[in-house]
C-alpha cells in the first residue's frame, strides 16, 4: 500500500503488451464487475442497452483473490524526512483502525469530524485561530481497504502545516487538544454542528449523476449494500455525543500515534524530541 498505483519508473518499464493482457485476462472481467448507471433512463430500455454493449464481454469465472489483513505498528514515535531549510514543517500523525464494516464507524466519522474536520474543529480553533501556527490542520479516516471479514482498516490521521520554528510548540498544543478531549470529552454543540454538516447539507454531495455513480462504485468495491449510505446519515443523525467522544478518543490514543515530518530536522528535531511523544528518527528525504 507505500506503493504509488501508478508504478514507478523502474517497474514500468519492464511492461509489455503480453503482461497487459495477461492481466486483463485474470482480472478484468464480468464475473468480478458491477454495472453501475446513473442518470435520466426514462424511456430507455436499459436490458437492451447493457446487452449491447456489455453482452459480449467474456471470461473467465470469478475466484477468491486471497487477501492479508491490513496491520501496521502504531507504536508511539516520531519521523522526521529531513528538508533542509524548508520554511514550512508537514505533518501527518495518525494509525490505522476500523473501517466502514465496523460498528463504530459512525461514531468514528462524527468525533474525529469534530476533532479536526472543518474550520470550527478544535484543532483550527487551537492551532490556527488562537496560535496562528497554520492555515489548517484536518483529521480523517481514508479507507484502506473495506472488508466484511475483518480484514480491512482504514487511516485514521492529522494533517497539515506549520511554520519551522513553531513546529514543536505546534505539536504540543496539538498533543494538548487531544489530551483535553480524552479527559473532557466533546460538547453537545460540537456534536450538534458536525451532524448538521455531515448530514444536514448531504443532498449537495448528490446533485450530479456522476457523484451518485461514484459513491455506488465505492460501496460496490468496499463490499457494502446498497443502501449503505443513507443507512450511516441516518446512524450519524443517531449518535450521541458521549459515543462520538469515545470513537475519537479510541482512534487517535495520545501514545500510539506515528508521526511523520517533513521539513528542516536541523530546526526541529530537539524541540520535538523534548516533547516526549515518541523516539524520533531522521532521515534524508530522496
Not at 1 to 26: C, H, I
Not at 53 to 82: C, M, N
Not at 98 to 107: E, K, S
Not at 274 to 285: D, F, N, Q, S, Y
Request: hydrophobic share 40%.
Amino acid at each position: 500500500m507505500s506503493r504509488p498505483r501508478q508504478g514507478s519508473e523502474e517497474t514500468v518499464e519492464g511492461l509489455d503488451s503480453a503482461a497487459v493482457r495477461a492481466f486483463y485476462e485474470k482480472h478484468v472481467r464480468p464475473a468480478t464487475a458491477t454495472a453501475v448507471v446513473v442518470g435520466d433512463l426514462t424511456g430507455i430500455d436499459l436490458d437492451a442497452l447493457l446487452g449491447d454493449t456489455l453482452g459480449s464481454w467474456t471470461g473467465s469465472t470469478a475466484e477468491p483473490r486471497p487477501v492479508p489483513p491490513v496491520v501496521a505498528d502504531d507504536t508511539g514515535r516520531v519521523v522526521i524526512v529531513d528538508r533542509p531549510g524548508a520554511v514550512q514543517t508537514q505533518l501527518l500523525i495518525g494509525r490505522i483502525g476500523a473501517d466502514r464494516h465496523d460498528r463504530v464507524w459512525p461514531a468514528q466519522v462524527l468525533g474525529t469530524y469534530c476533532l479536526g474536520g472543518t474550520l470550527t474543529s478544535r484543532l483550527d480553533r487551537v492551532l490556527r485561530e488562537e496560535k496562528g501556527y497554520t492555515y489548517g490542520v484536518r483529521s480523517f479516516g481514508q479507507v484502506l481497504r473495506s472488508a466484511p471479514d475483518g480484514t480491512g482498516a482504514a487511516m485514521l490521521a492529522i494533517s497539515g502545516s506549520v511554520d519551522t520554528p513553531n513546529t514543536g510548540p505546534a505539536l504540543d498544543d496539538l498533543w494538548t487538544v487531544l489530551r483535553t478531549l480524552a479527559a473532557d470529552g466533546l460538547t453537545d454543540d460540537e456534536r450538534d454542528v458536525a451532524v448538521q454538516n455531515l448530514v444536514g447539507v448531504a443532498p449537495l454531495k448528490y446533485e450530479t449523476a456522476a457523484a451518485v455513480a461514484s459513491t455506488l462504485a465505492d460501496q460496490v468495491e468496499q463490499h457494502l449494500p446498497d443502501h449503505y449510505q443513507a443507512d450511516l446519515y441516518r446512524q450519524l443523525a443517531a449518535t450521541g455525543t458521549v459515543e462520538a467522544t469515545a470513537a475519537v478518543v479510541n482512534a487517535f490514543p495520545v501514545d500510539r500515534l506515528v508521526t511523520i515530518l517533513v521539513g528542516d530536522a536541523a530546526q526541529i528535531k530537539a524541540p520535538v524530541e523534548a516533547l516526549g511523544i515518541g523516539e524520533v528518527t531522521v532521515v534524508a528525504a530522496e
